[in-house]
C-alpha cells in the first residue's frame, strides 16, 4: 500500500509530510491517519503544517502503517526494545518487536547497544509495521570502540544517514545540552541520568567543546529531511529523582529544544518534544504547560513521569500514574516503563507488562480530554460486564489474555460460559445478580418510588 504512494512522489524535491501539509497537500499517510483517528484530513493536514502533530513516516520504511502523534490525536504509547552487551540476540528483538505490536505499542525504539547493531534494526524494521525510532548516539559509540573521545561530526553524521536509510521514523538527539549547562547539573542530587546526555556531557569535557549535536544542527537536519525522519528533540537534563524535578538544569535545556523546533520547522522537518523523568504528581501540570509555551506546541513525548523513587519492580504502574496525569494535560505521547526500570534488561514478558499499563495510562487521559468515542470501549464493557458476557467482555479487554486467564482459574472451562457471576462474590453475593432480580420487579420498584416522593413532599 505505502510502496505505491511512495512511487508517486519518488521525484519530488522534499517529501516530508511537512513540507506537503505547508504546501497545502493532503498526503495519501495524513488521510490514513485521518480514518484512524475520526478526524478530518484538513485538520490532520492544518496540524501537520503548524507543527503541533507529527507523523513519523521514513519514504525508506515501506511497511510502515501511518499513525500521528499530537494533541489533536489520541494520546500514543512507545515502547522501548533493545539489546544489551550480555543480551544481544536478534530473535530476542525480533520477538519484543512482535509483542510490542501484538499489545498495540504505538512506536518502538531499538535501544539496542550490543551485538550487530545494524543487523538487529534491520530485523526489527522488516518486522514493523509501526514507526521504529533510535538513539543514534548509542551506535556512534559503538562504532568508535565505545571511546567517546573518538566521536567526530563525520561519523556521528555517517551513523545517522546509515540509519535514516535502514528506514528509522526518528530520532532521538540530545542536542539542547549545551556546555553553559554544566554548573547547573553539578548542583543535583543525581547529575544526569539519560545514557545520552551522559555521553554528551563525557564528551564535552574532554575537548572543551559545544556539544556536537548542536554544532551540526543543520547538517543533521538536511539528513532528516531527505528520508521524512522526524526528530525527537532528547532531554538530556531529565530529572532522575523527584529532588531534580522542575530545576533549572530541565528548564534550561527545554528553552533550548524550543530554538532547535523553530530551526527545523524552517526545514520541514517534523518534531517532538522528550520530557521527563521523575516528577511530583502535583507539578506534571506544570511541565505540560511550560512545555507547550518554550516549544511552541510541538507535540511532547513523555518518559513516565515516575511519581515515586521507592517502586523498584513496579516502576511500570508508579510511572503509568504520572503519564495519565501528563497525557490528561497535553503529553501527546507516553513512553513506556517496565517492571525492569532501573533494574535490568526488559525481556518479552516485561515490555507486554509495560505496554499495557500504558495503554490503561493513554486511554485513560483519552477520556479526562473529552476525546470523541474515548469512552465507547468502556461503556460496551459495563454493558458486557452487567449481561455476564464473558466472551465479550474478553474481546474488549486490553489484554485478552490475561483477563480470561484469571478469570478461568477459579471457575471450571464447563462453568464459566454461563455462569451469572465471577469466583469473588460466587452466586449468591453477586451485586449485578441481586440488582438484576430486584429490576425484575418493577411495580415494587414504583411504589418505593411513590413512597419516597410522598415523603420528601
Not at 50 to 60: D, E, Y
Not at 223 to 229: G, L, P
Request: include cysteine; proline fraction near 4%; aromatic fraction near 8%.
Amino acid at each position: 500500500m505505502r510502496k505505491e504512494w511512495l512511487k508517486k512522489r519518488q521525484n519530488d524535491p522534499v517529501r516530508t509530510q511537512m513540507f506537503y501539509a505547508k504546501q497545502g497537500i493532503i498526503t495519501e499517510e495524513m488521510h490514513y491517519v485521518a480514518k484512524v483517528e475520526n478526524l478530518e484530513p484538513e485538520l490532520i493536514r492544518s496540524e501537520v503544517a503548524r507543527g503541533r502533530m507529527i507523523i513519523p513516516a521514513n519514504v525508506m520504511h515501506e511497511n510502515l502503517e501511518p499513525m500521528a502523534i499530537g494533541i489533536a490525536a489520541r494520546c500514543k504509547i512507545n515502547a522501548n526494545i533493545g539489546s544489551s552487551a550480555l543480551a544481544s540476540e536478534i530473535d530476542q528483538e525480533v520477538e519484543k518487536i512482535h509483542i510490542s505490536q501484538k499489545y498495540q505499542a504505538d512506536t518502538a525504539m531499538d535501544l539496542s547497544t550490543g551485538g550487530d547493531l545494524d543487523a538487529i534494526r534491520r530485523a526489527v524494521i522488516a518486522n514493523s509495521k509501526i514507526p521504529i525510532g533510535t538513539v543514534p548516539m548509542y551506535q556512534i559509540l559503538h562504532d568508535v570502540n565505545n571511546k567517546i573521545e573518538n566521536l567526530t561530526i563525520e561519523k556521528m553524521l555517517e551513523v545517522l544517514e546509515r540509519q535514516a536509510q535502514q528506514g528509522v521514523s526518528y530520532f532521538t538527539i540530545h542536542a539542547g545540552f549545551l556546555l553553559s549547562s554544566m554548573p547547573k547539573v553539578a548542583k543535583r542530587k543525581m547529575g544526569i541520568v539519560s545514557r545520552g546526555g551522559s555521553l554528551m556531557a563525557a564528551w564535552m569535557m574532554h575537548y572543551h567543546r559545544e556539544n556536537p549535536f548542536y554544532t551540526a544542527y543543520d547538517e543533521i537536519l538536511d539528513i532528516c529531511a531527505r528520508y521524512d525522519v522526524s526528530l525527537s528533540l532528547g532531554d538530556s537534563l531529565r530529572p532522575g529523582c523527584l529532588a531534580d524535578a522542575s530545576d533549572d538544569a530541565q528548564l534550561g535545556e527545554l528553552k533550548v529544544l524550543g530554538e532547535l523546533t523553530l530551526r527545523a520547522w524552517e526545514k520541514n522537518v517534523q518534531v517532538m518534544i522528550e520530557g521527563p523523568g521523575h516528577v511530583p504528581l502535583n507539578q506534571i501540570e506544570r511541565n505540560m504547560k511550560i512545555q507547550r509555551e518554550y516549544c511552541h506546541e510541538a507535540p511532547f513525548y513523555i518518559l513516565g513521569p515516575l511519581v515515586t523513587d521507592i517502586a523498584a519492580g513496579y516502576d511500570h504502574i508508579s510511572s503509568a500514574m504520572g503519564a495519565a496525569v501528563g497525557g490528561w494535560h497535553g503529553a501527546s505521547m507516553l513512553c513506556y516503563v517496565t517492571p525492569k526500570e532501573h533494574l535490568g534488561l526488559p525481556n518479552a514478558a516485561d515490555v507486554r507488562e509495560g505496554i499495557i499499563a500504558y495503554k490503561i495510562a493513554a486511554h485513560a487521559a483519552d477520556i479526562a480530554r473529552g476525546r470523541t468515542g474515548a469512552r465507547d470501549v468502556d461503556d460496551a464493557m459495563s454493558d458486557a460486564r452487567y449481561k455476564f458476557d464473558w466472551e465479550k467482555q474478553f474481546s474488549l479487554a486490553l489484554d485478552p489474555e490475561r483477563a480470561r486467564e484469571y478469570h478461568d482459574e477459579t471457575l471450571p472451562q464447563d462453568v464459566f460460559k454461563e455462569a451469572e457471576f465471577c469466583s469473588m462474590c460466587g452466586p449468591k453475593f453477586c451485586s449485578y445478580k441481586i440488582t438484576q432480580e430486584i429490576m425484575e420487579n418493577p411495580e415494587a420498584i414504583a411504589n418505593i418510588a411513590k413512597m419516597a416522593s410522598e415523603k420528601a413532599s
